[in-house]
């Protein structure tokens, strides 16, 4: 390890260099729903298909024209700037589309979670105090038995089958609320504004409740236009030809971590595939072979569940960039995909009081060209610093008029698969099984302007050295306002006096600033003393053939009150029978590539480990399902 490494340096920025993007972007950036609303009604086709679910294809003009009659709509109804909207809508193109309304009306969307039970349902809507909420149909009753319990005045549904195909021709008001597409005929529209301050909340989000009672995070416009700059940065003059050319996939809750994607979209003016439920592979891999597809944000669990399929052929989805976050990527997993597709997925990590986003694994990008073995090496790295800063722009110019020749449609439509084959064919032919693991390890470098810092997880006040594993902490243009307080009383900011979040997460970074993840500092494991971090196991038992999936826990040793121990659970492939002799071929495996203490001391097969609606292993559930065990085995 190299001595003098501080993070207050940001020595990862030495990464940008060597891509040849600048060090910085600009504090102060431009509105991204101006430039979302500049797009779809001045770059975009009035035809081009904005937003795809259900068989229903939305065009651009549709859907301005349904975002300013429903900006009209909620002026009717007496609503003004920041008022918050509540949502209560699994994917689709309603959600979709009252997001952005709501957006462009200068207010603040409040997405609540389709999975969440009544009593959390009413708090979230209380703290936030809101007068309105827009909800499918089926939440009507529920919505009305909760009503005088918060202060809403306004309920507006929806169905489930409105924007699909097999939409009804006639809709009426139910008693007590608006049907959302009559409200839209009736309604004047109007023309959105930008006024808002940086600091005003666009999106009042709560937690996925991985850890404790979810917590109402304040997204501020801040957040959000940080977006803008990072699209002009990586995409630079080529944004102009990508612009109503290509296409993405909304494989994630809109209400949650699919948010971010779906923004991301709507600015590059992205075809939108809205995966309705992101549970749901089969639609998740027809969507992704469309023509187009640019990219798209997985969690592990959905590339888990894509390596598993059946009769399809991965390699038509390998043009794809792939992002996975939500959760930490075992490199194994990765690797089958990378061979299965030709394309391995890009690790990104984020939280929802980051806007979600943290950290790129920018460099892993480059193991799709085969360099990122080569990159690894310093002696390259000093070259790529003093060349790239001139060779960047060049390339960019370069490959703008080579897409302009060959034209957008035609590069990234019908032939997208055929063209960017080629990649493909480099990426197996150079990238070897241990390059695919190493360029995936890691969750990358902390994006542009973001300070990040590693702690002692007992006295937050001391920072670690490079190197040694503490809890992440991070702060940039990105992070939250703060959370909102609670009913009891919480005013807390959720973040320290130097103003960095803490994020729960265990990790370390290397002396060359790429990141990695070890745990969640509440899911450690003490056994004997020595900390056992679960990513540490699960990437070990991962790499036999037959798990599809897998989750450690501590459980108590009966031995010693004080002291915990390694519990193993195992979902396996579809195609692999549970047995004796895979458990034992498992823990062989972990034997031989674990400490003593870190080895599991009790295992279980389990046919469907549980997951939350964020697409993360549910540990609370697994930790809350084996003390119940427990205190059965007592009883009994």
Known sequence: MEENLNYSDRFWTKWFKILGFPEEVPEECPSIMKSIYEVWTEKVPPDRIALVCGGYEMTAKEMINCSKRMIGAFKGLGLKKNDIVAMLMGNGIPLSLSMLAVQLAEMACQPISILQKTPEIERQLRESGTTTIICYESYLGLIESIKDKTQLKNIIVTSERDFTTV??????????????????AQAEPLDPSFTRDQEDVAVLI???????????????LRGFNYF???????FGPLQDVL?????????????????ATWLLGMRLGCTSYVVYDPRDTRSLYNYLTKPGVFFALYAPGQISRMIEMEDVDLTKIGHVISLSGMAALSPELGAKYGKKTGMSPVQAYGQTESTGLITLNLPGLLNSFGLGSILRKRNVQKIF???MPVLNPLAFKSLTLLVKAIGPDRLFGSTNHRILGFTRKQYKKKVTEEDMKEGIR?????????????????DKKTIV???EVGEICFKGPQRMKGYLQTEEGYTGPGYDEEGYVHTGDAGYMNEDGMLFITDRTKDMINVSGFKVYGTTVEDVVHQHPGVAMCAVIAVPDEKDPNNERVKLIVQ?????????????????LCEDKLPPYAKPRCFEFMDEIPMLHTEKIDKKLLREREQKLGEEALRA
């Not at 803008?228 to 990586?234: D, G, H, K, Q």
């Not at 612009?243 to 948010?259: D, K, R, Y």
Request: proline content about 7%.
């Open 167 to 184: 939409q009804e021709a006639t809709v009426s008001d139910p008693p007590g609320a608006y049907q959302l597409r009559n409200l839209l």
């Open 206 to 220: 709560f937690t996925g409740g991985a850890t404790g009672e979810p917590k109402g995070v304040q997204i501020p």
């Open 228 to 234: 803008e700059a990072i699209i002009n940065t990586l």
């Open 243 to 259: 612009v109503g050319h290509i296409s993405m996939v909304v494989a994630q809750h809109i209400f949650h971590i699919g948010l």
């Open 385 to 387: 610093v003093k060349t």
């Open 442 to 458: 890691s969750i990358g470098i902390p994006v542009w302007n973001t300070d990040v810092k590693i702690v002692d997880f007992e």
């Open 465 to 467: 050295p490079v190197g």
């Open 572 to 588: 396996l492939n579809r195609e692999v029978e549970p047995s004796q002799k895979i458990e034992e071929e498992i823990l062989k």
